[in-house]
T-cell receptor, first 111, second 113 residues
Framework: EAGVAQSPRYKIIEKRQSVAFWCNPI?????LYWYQQILGQGPKLLIQ????????DSQLPKDRFSAERLKGVDSTLKIQPAKLEDSAVYLC?????????FGSGTRLTVV | GQQLNQSPQSMFIQEGEDVSMNCTSS?????WLWYKQEPGEGPVLLIA?????ELTSNGRLTAQFGITRKDSFLNISASIPSDVGIYFC?????????????FGTGTLLAVQP
């Protein structure tokens, strides 16, 4: 079975610029998650989708972060405008039941 | 956001040694998971625990779901160089219509051949 695909792998932007990340989950996985992992810390949930509906976005900084999951498959996470503290790895995961499968992540550096 | 406390933060051991790490929480979880993360990759699931007191093995790895449901332990026996990585515990709690995976702070393991 193909894994969770994410792109790009790396992105360097200047503060106040915008950036978007893309995720393609495992086929058939209804639940999709975006996590933020700051260096030296464990992943922190940003948003959770069930099919194409948001079920938890309580930790998403909505003034600058947005996410969508069109047609209940692919998802994009956007940051606009980026701040220095947004430098992190952004991980996408999908699940059928309890087994979360993570992608390799996108490493964002904001300078 | 909430994070689970893991200890130790890091371990530097010789090949062949056994390793123990644990994870504690102020909240009860219904499922405990242990992940390993290598540089440049996402976390990979090692072991899942579904019941208080449960002891589960996966090769050289053994994990236990604490009786209080607020802690979990991971042991690695006879460590080898490829065990190097960051180990995360994660608790799965149920809140309303959603389940939420909360990660620990991680334990960095270095194994010297």
């Amino acid at each position: 079975e193909a894994g969770v695909a994410q792109s790009p792998r790396y992105k360097i932007i200047e503060k106040r610029q915008s950036v978007a990340f893309w995720c393609n989950p495992i086929s058939g996985h209804a639940t999709l998650y975006w996590y933020q992992q700051i260096l030296g810390q464990g992943p922190k949930l940003l948003i959770q989708f069930q099919n194409n509906g948001v079920v938890d976005d309580s930790q998403l900084p909505k003034d600058r972060f947005s996410a969508e999951r069109l047609k209940g498959v692919d998802s994009t996470l956007k940051i606009q405008p980026a701040k220095l503290e947004d430098s992190a790895v952004y991980l996408c995961a999908s699940s059928l039941t309890y087994g979360y499968t993570f992608g390799s992540g996108t490493r964002l550096t904001v300078v | 956001g909430q994070q689970l406390n893991q200890s130790p933060q890091s371990m530097f051991i010789q090949e062949g040694e056994d390793v123990s790490m644990n994870c504690t929480s102020s909240s009860i979880f219904n499922t405990w998971l242990w992940y390993k993360q290598e540089p440049g990759e996402g976390p990979v699931l090692l072991i899942a625990l579904y019941k208080a007191g449960e002891l589960t093995s996966n090769g050289r790895l053994t994990a236990q779901f604490g009786i209080t449901r607020k802690d979990s332990f991971l042991n690695i026996s006879a460590s080898i160089p490829s065990d190097v990585g960051i180990y995360f515990c994660a608790g799965l709690g149920y809140g309303g219509a959603t389940n939420k995976l909360i990660f620990g702070t991680g334990t960095l393991l270095a194994v010297q051949p």
